[in-house]
């Protein structure tokens, strides 16, 4: 990409607080942001070729989106906890198999989505994350949900397309979680902890693609209860 163009991109975003260039091929960072760190609100560097997110992004202190999906990132450098106003983290489409433990200072964050990876363990300590919205980590190589999942605040976990045989029954205990999708995971009827259908908030639970057929869920003890809050959620935005 031409220095002319990179810099008309600059000039707009100092105005806006905005810098999106997708699909540019970019293999790095582009070290020219530097200048915008009191600027730069949003990023979007989607479809690109980065594969090393630098130290320096700790210095956009008020960043609140940071977009990098379709790019070649396996990790993420540990200061990315500096990032205090960050609300959107979406990196989905990479190579990151886990995340840092500073992520956690995120305190901002409520969307953190990480589709496509190749992470193989549910990520420890996002409990932190007291304002956490959506979690997404479908298309990645987790096994098990462990019971630290409870500690989660987000309304929404999708977990579709992973390799997940063990559900913890600590997961219907999250304070706030409604929705949790689990479709086309290794799960049996018998690793449905029961509690999540009887005594959690959850009002969709999406199943399909297991190893059960998913009427057989009208068997298990609670069902009812789940369908009532099911049809009071779809009620209420009908």
Avoid: W
């Avoid at 989905?92 to 433990?101: H, Y």
């Avoid at 995120?106 to 496509?116: D, H, I, Q, V």
């Avoid at 998913?214 to 609670?222: E, F, I, S």
């Amino acid at each position: 990409m031409g220095n002319s163009a990179l810099k008309s991109h600059l000039e707009t975003s100092q105005k806006t607080g905005v810098f999106q260039l997708t699909g540019k091929g970019l293999q790095e960072f582009p070290e020219e942001l530097q200048r915008l760190t009191a600027n730069l609100r949003t990023v979007d560097l989607s479809g690109n070729r980065i594969e090393v997110l630098p130290a320096t992004i700790g210095n956009f202190l008020q960043l609140k989106s940071l977009t990098l999906n379709s790019n070649r990132l396996t990790c993420l450098p540990t200061e990315i906890s500096k990032l205090k106003k960050l609300d959107t983290l979406s990196l989905n489409g990479n190579q990151i198999q886990q995340l840092p433990s500073t992520l956690c200072q995120l305190k901002a964050l409520r969307t953190l989505s990480l589709s496509g990876n190749q992470i193989s363990e549910f990520p420890s300590g996002l409990g932190a994350l007291r304002q956490l919205d959506l979690l997404d980590l479908s298309r990645n190589k987790i096994q098990s949900v462990p019971s630290d999942v409870s500690e989660l605040q987000a309304i929404e976990i999708n977990l579709n397309q992973n390799q997940i045989s063990i559900l913890s029954p600590e997961v219907s205990t999250c304070p706030r979680l409604k929705v949790l999708r689990l479709e086309e995971n290794c799960l049996e009827l018998s690793s449905i902890p029961l509690s999540i259908l009887k005594d959690s908030q959850v009002s969709l639970f999406s199943v399909e693609g297991n190893l059960f057929e998913v009427k057989k869920l009208r068997d298990l003890d609670g069902y009812e209860q789940y369908m009532e809050r099911f049809t009071a959620t779809k009620k209420k935005f009908a």
